[in-house]
């Protein structure tokens, strides 16, 4: 079956750190992929997606890159602010259409 | 820019009653999406539609739980004698794409949140 494991958080840094948010799937086919975030009091709102292996999503200054051996879309930005504290959500989408999330990570930076 | 509303934003019953929650996806957009999200969890599919016709339904949507959409707007999404552990975030998503493409994003609504007393 289809289904995503995400790092678990929170994580905590520092202003300017480097992040790095790991997702890993199991699916059927060739799914699609996609990182979502919420912030305090809001829906989910989508970050970036890649379609196919070797794809690079990239949005924000955040990226992820489609890894079909590793079977791993790891979400990476080189330097947070304050504005990225929200809680970031890994996605697969199959044949059917149908999201399967991973638990959710917590990031919370400071300054 | 008229995303996905959903109303209401927040419901308080108490147990047995029966709720409503209406979902009101992108005006092109022929997919509509039904997730519960649980505190610290992620959003858990219900069911979906293709116009007005329900295509897909998790074990998750028990016989208490039911979803229309009668002209392939609007949706609703009706929990009969709601239980405690019915508390939960009632996400709606739209998405607009040709059929099995799993490709196309879905774009999610602020969510209703229900409390079971």
């Known amino acids: 079956g289809n289904s995503v494991t995400q790092m678990e958080g929170p994580v905590t840094l520092s202003e300017e750190a480097f992040l790095t948010i790991n997702c890993t799937y199991t699916?059927?086919?060739?799914?699609?992929l996609f990182w979502y975030v919420q912030y305090p009091g809001e829906g989910l709102q989508l970050l970036l997606k890649a379609t196919k292996a070797d794809d690079k999503g990239s949005n924000k200054g955040f990226e992820a890159t489609y890894r079909k051996e590793t079977t791993s879309f790891h979400l990476e930005k080189g330097s947070v602010q304050v504005s990225d504290s929200a809680v970031y959500f890994c996605a697969l989408s199959g044949a059917g259409n149908q999201f399967y999330f991973g638990t959710g990570t917590s990031l919370t930076v400071i300054p | 820019d008229t995303g996905v509303s959903q109303d209401p934003r927040h419901k308080i019953t108490k147990r047995g009653q029966n709720v409503t929650f209406r979902c009101d996806p992108i005006?092109?957009?022929?997919?509509l999406y039904w997730y519960r999200q649980t505190l610290g969890q992620g959003p858990e599919f219900l069911t979906y539609?293709?116009?007005?016709?329900?295509?897909?339904k998790s074990r998750l949507l028990s016989d208490r739980f039911s979803a229309e959409r009668p002209k392939g707007s609007f949706s609703t999404l009706e929990i009969q004698r709601t239980e405690q552990g019915d508390s939960a975030m009632y996400l709606c998503a739209s998405s607009s794409g040709t059929s099995g493409s799993g490709q196309e994003t879905q774009y999610f609504g602020p969510g209703t949140r229900l409390l079971v007393l």
């Open positions: 539609f293709q116009n007005e016709a329900q295509l897909e």
């Open positions: 699916a059927t086919g060739y799914p699609s």
């Open positions: 005006s092109e957009h022929n997919r």
